[in-house]
């Protein structure tokens, strides 16, 4: 299909910082003189238009309510567009593409996250590469006039991961993220190669907006020597509904009664625990060791190879949109949009 509809999506960071001229100072980016920052876009024969959120933030200072903002934003022009490109700070760029993923249940066109690590008005910047194909990608069809990417996804420094299996790796390299358990959705060079293979493909489904996420969520990381009394007020169900812990190794944790009490204590009263691993890459197994075992008794869910980050906001999505537990470990069981890998 020819001239495609794109909406870019502004929410802050370093990719939509400009130098002022009179002050020397970075300030954000002017979408109304999109064409002029960026003016290799004027090859494309494109239509974009560009959304910029009311107050455009440190990407540090995301959270759920924004994230809300941006799925409703897409959700409510879903009809009006072919795809989506959402400009956003890399701190927490994995974590918004994993949210959004739960969020736009049922999606069906390109929603692209992508950045920069240097501001758009620097020479050396990465971001317009990045703006350039996250565009592209956005509005490319396949031979059959679908869409080539049904789903959340980050584009950056010419790699396009699956959203919710995607981690930033350096603070420093322009090569910014990885998708360890995952492989590459496309690798642009000369041509945009895609992996077929890899593509989210799930028949028509109707799109459907989740937004009311839970943040009574803990995050433990396990470590040699820690002491169970630390842990007691994250495993306070008056403070936490859900608990995701970062084990060692395939799912190991270290033998203690008292941790094991605790932990089962805040079962019974409804708290959820969802185990990953620390490791990059890898999985949690269940009893391939027998430090993997207090877990198993205790009924704790296997998170297999999800990200911290998917982790995380899917705890926060099954929270808020299921109110009984079994449904609850249902849904966080459930590989619902491609975030995990089943072993």
């Known amino acids: 299909m020819k001239n495609p509809k794109v909406l870019i999506i502004y929410t802050g960071g370093t990719i939509g910082m400009v130098n002022d001229p009179e002050t020397g100072a ?19 024969d494109y239509r974009l238009e560009a959304h910029s959120m009311k107050h455009p933030i440190d990407s540090s200072e995301m959270n759920p309510t924004i994230w809300a903002d941006i799925a409703k934003t897409i959700f409510d022009n879903y009809s009006d567009y072919d795809g989506f490109v959402v400009l956003h700070g890399s701190d927490t760029m994995a974590y918004t593409a994993s949210a959004l993923s739960f969020m736009l249940q049922g999606i069906q066109k390109p929603v692209i996250l992508t950045g920069s690590q240097l501001p758009i008005g620097q020479i050396r910047t990465d971001g317009k590469e990045n703006l350039i194909t996250a565009i592209e990608i956005a509005g490319l069809k396949d031979e059959a ?60 489904q109707k799109l459907e907006l989740q937004t009311n996420f839970d943040p009574s969520v803990g995050l433990v990381k396990l470590f040699p020597g820690m002491t169970v009394k630390a842990l007691k007020s994250v495993f306070d169900i008056e403070n936490t509904k859900g608990v995701v812990i970062e084990s060692f190794g395939n799912g190991n944790t270290f033998s203690s009664t008292e941790l094991e009490e ?24 269940f009893g391939k060791y027998e430090t993997s075992r207090l877990f198993m008794r205790l009924g704790a869910i296997n998170g297999y190879d999800m990200t911290c980050e998917t982790a995380v906001t899917k705890m926060m999505y099954v929270l808020g949109r299921y109110t009984e537990k079994e449904e609850r470990k249902q849904a966080l069981e459930k590989n619902s949009c491609g975030e995990f890998t089943l072993t």
Not at 147 to 164: C, D, H, K, S, T
Not at 175 to 191: I, K, R, T
């Open 26 to 44: 970075l300030k954000p980016f002017d979408f109304e003189h999109l064409y002029n920052s960026v003016p290799e876009l004027k090859q494309f």
């Open 145 to 204: 006039g679908e869409p080539m990417v049904q789903e959340v996804a980050i584009y950056f420094e010419f790699q396009l991961y699956r959203g919710n299996r995607t981690t930033k790796q350096s603070t420093s390299n322009f090569e910014a993220f990885e998708s360890y358990n995952y492989p590459l959705l496309a690798q642009a060079g000369v041509d945009i190669e895609f992996n077929q293979p890899a593509l989210m493909r799930k028949g028509f």
């Open 262 to 285: 605790m932990i089962s204590n805040y079962m019974k009263e409804g708290g959820l625990i969802l185990t990953i691993t620390q490791c990059r890459k890898g999985t949690v197994s």
